[in-house]
């Protein structure tokens, strides 16, 4: 059940931030919103922190106007007046400090107690805003730098996840370069290893962004000059005729999972227009499989959750092949969508944890982890 603060008590200061420089940066504006309207006013104080595109950070843009001046000249010019800030690698500081403007700005602005990223893709999931928030010992929601990084590298967390014993479906990986200097023989190596039809998908993205399903040749090029675009190494997968399942961990060192849930795609796969434009694509929860295939996909998640190093939350996603019944582990997202449509507060909702309640354990969960951190000797003495 969520608790509410005793009359008077302070609030915690929540810096929501969002957007950033990533082709997730839409479904980034989505979550946010929805977290906003979620949250625990009574408890929590909401300081959003917007990212644009161009990597600027606003201060006070709520997303339902970021989502605005994207959509228009006149009220994108107006949010370009708000307060840019940043945040100080300090830790004695742990706050927002202007880029424009002055301090005394900030001074009932500038403290946060515990930053919620929504940032899902790059920069924002991949660890790199994570250690600025370790330089700036500021307790944060989501994995750490290793954990991010590892969650967002397909072909890293792959390699985990074979050496952890966990069931993985055949993949070959190449750099852009090696792409651009002798396309043909990454071409005849898919079709002699892989063959067709085969998944493209940038290594160092989610939301399926940038994913393609190549039935051909000409369809094989395609895909990887499209990956190219978003990352400079690409990942070739097998297609495997399965069904997709998913399934939500949440915790630090002793992690809790979900109920697994099925998505039927409406499309031919679950890509970026069936997860976030047609809505069309079919979402059963809890999944419709035995208690033992169940519990094989649960086993599985805390495995790839624990040997990642991943902490508060993360989707982990299964294959279950059609013509042998066999799990095949497919990846993990260290920041799931928080959209409404969202397969994580789906999930954790019909396992008993409503959403205003799941971000109450996430915050509570940063602030564990932080203060475990702080354990950690920073000196050396005799």
């Given at each position: 059940?969520?608790?509410?603060?005793?009359?008077?008590?302070?609030?915690?200061?929540?810096?929501?931030?969002?957007?950033?420089?990533?082709?997730?940066?839409?479904?980034?504006?989505?979550?946010?919103?929805?977290?906003?309207?979620?949250?625990?006013?009574?408890?929590?104080?909401?300081?959003?922190?917007?990212?644009?595109?161009?990597?600027?950070?606003?201060?006070?843009?709520?997303?339902?106007?970021?989502?605005?001046?994207?959509?228009?000249?006149?009220?994108?010019?107006?949010?370009?007046?708000?307060?840019?800030?940043?945040?100080?690698?300090?830790?004695?500081?742990?706050?927002?400090?202007?880029?424009?403007?002055?301090?005394?700005?900030?001074?009932?602005?500038?403290?946060?107690?515990?930053?919620?990223?929504?940032?899902?893709?790059?920069?924002?999931?991949?660890?790199?805003?994570?250690?600025?928030?370790?330089?700036?010992?500021?307790?944060?929601?989501?994995?750490?730098?290793?954990?991010?990084?590892?969650?967002?590298?397909?072909?890293?967390?792959?390699?985990?996840?074979?050496?952890?014993?966990?069931?993985?479906?055949?993949?070959?990986?190449?750099?852009?370069?090696?792409?651009?200097?002798?396309?043909?023989?990454?071409?005849?190596?898919?079709?002699?290893?892989?063959?067709?039809?085969?998944?493209?998908?940038?290594?160092?993205?989610?939301?399926?962004?940038?994913?393609?399903?190549?039935?051909?040749?000409?369809?094989?090029?395609?895909?990887?000059?499209?990956?190219?675009?978003?990352?400079?190494?690409?990942?070739?997968?097998?297609?495997?005729?399965?069904r997709e399942f998913e399934c939500a961990v949440l915790g630090n060192d002793e992690p809790i999972v979900s109920v697994m849930g099925e998505v039927v795609p409406n499309n031919e796969f679950y890509d970026y227009k069936a997860k976030y434009v047609d809505g069309k694509s079919q979402v059963i929860i809890p999944a419709e499989i035995s208690q033992e295939l169940s519990q094989e996909m649960r086993r599985q998640a805390l495995i790839a959750f624990t040997s990642l190093d991943l902490?508060?939350?993360?989707?982990?996603?299964?294959?279950?092949?059609?013509?042998?019944?066999?799990?095949?582990?497919?990846?993990?997202?260290?920041?799931?969508?928080?959209?409404?449509?969202?397969?994580?507060?789906?999930?954790?909702?019909?396992?008993?944890?409503?959403?205003?309640?799941?971000?109450?354990?996430?915050?509570?969960?940063?602030?564990?982890?932080?203060?475990?951190?702080?354990?950690?000797?920073?000196?050396?003495?005799?």
């Amino acid at each position: 059940m969520t608790q509410h603060n005793e009359p008077g008590a302070k609030k915690i200061r929540i810096g929501l931030i969002y957007g950033g420089r990533s082709g997730e940066h839409e479904v980034s504006l989505n979550s946010a919103k929805s977290v906003i309207a979620n949250i625990n006013s009574d408890k929590y104080e909401v300081v959003p922190i917007a990212i644009n595109k161009t990597g600027k950070w606003l201060l006070g843009v709520e997303p339902t106007r970021m989502i605005e001046a994207e959509k228009s000249a006149q009220a994108e010019a107006e949010l370009e007046q708000s307060t840019a800030v940043t945040f100080t690698g300090d830790p004695n500081l742990r706050r927002l400090i202007p880029v424009n403007g002055s301090q005394e700005q900030l001074e009932k602005q500038g403290a946060i107690d515990v930053i919620f990223p929504v940032m899902h893709g790059t920069t924002g999931e991949d660890g790199a805003l994570q250690g600025m928030l370790d330089m700036a010992d500021v307790p944060y929601v989501g994995c750490g730098v290793l954990g991010s990084a590892l969650g967002m590298d397909k072909e890293k967390m792959k390699m985990i996840f074979e050496r952890a014993g966990l069931p993985v479906g055949e993949y070959l990986v190449y750099r852009r370069n090696q792409w651009e200097r002798d396309p043909e023989s990454i071409l005849n190596a898919v079709e002699e290893q892989l063959n067709y039809p085969c998944f493209v998908k940038p290594v160092n993205l989610g939301s399926s962004v940038g994913i393609n399903k190549a039935h051909d040749r000409a369809e094989l090029v395609h895909a990887i000059n499209v990956a190219a675009e978003y990352d400079r190494k690409i990942i070739i997968e097998r297609n495997i005729n399965c069904r997709e399942f998913e399934c939500a961990v949440l915790g630090n060192d002793e992690p809790i999972v979900s109920v697994m849930g099925e998505v039927v795609p409406n499309n031919e796969f679950y890509d970026y227009k069936a997860k976030y434009v047609d809505g069309k694509s079919q979402v059963i929860i809890p999944a419709e499989i035995s208690q033992e295939l169940s519990q094989e996909m649960r086993r599985q998640a805390l495995i790839a959750f624990t040997s990642l190093d991943l902490s508060g939350l993360s989707r982990i996603d299964f294959f279950l092949e059609k013509e042998t019944n066999k799990v095949y582990i497919n990846e993990v997202n260290t920041l799931p969508g928080f959209t409404q449509i969202s397969m994580y507060p789906m999930l954790w909702e019909a396992s008993g944890i409503p959403y205003p309640e799941l971000i109450d354990r996430l915050v509570e969960l940063a602030l564990e982890r932080h203060a475990d951190r702080q354990r950690n000797r920073t000196s050396f003495g005799l």
